[in-house]
């Protein structure tokens, strides 16, 4: 079945039908019913725009654009700041990369077995 998608406006309207309806005494099943959507459906609504006027809503939504913007554009930013901060990534700027340099990784072993490797000559240190 085709997914419906309801515009705030459509949303606030079906909510105060909805009232109205149990308001005279009519279940939530029957008055989810008549509306054509579920009871679960109902109860989102309901949560998210329960008490909202129309241009609340619509301002509600517009927020919520944004604050997503807002939040991918962050992501971006911590993202180039992780690249910047990596060994390295000043000489991979201008196209070369140093080789001599080895990464280092967590062994996953600790304590007095855990190897290190020496920065200088890429050999294992075993002095930690």
Sequence with gaps: MARKRHAPEQIIHKLRQAEVALAK???AAEVVRRLGIT?????RWRK??????VDQAKRLKELEKEN????KLVADQA???AILKEPGAEAAGRGARPHSVPRLRASGVSGAGAVAL???SGTPDRTR
């Design 25 to 27: 005494g009519q279940t």
């Design 68 to 71: 997503a913007r807002l939040k």
């Design 118 to 120: 020496d920065a200088t």
């Design 48 to 53: 998210e725009y329960g008490g909202l006027r």
């Design 39 to 43: 009871e679960q459906t109902y109860y």
């Design 79 to 81: 993202l180039d700041n």
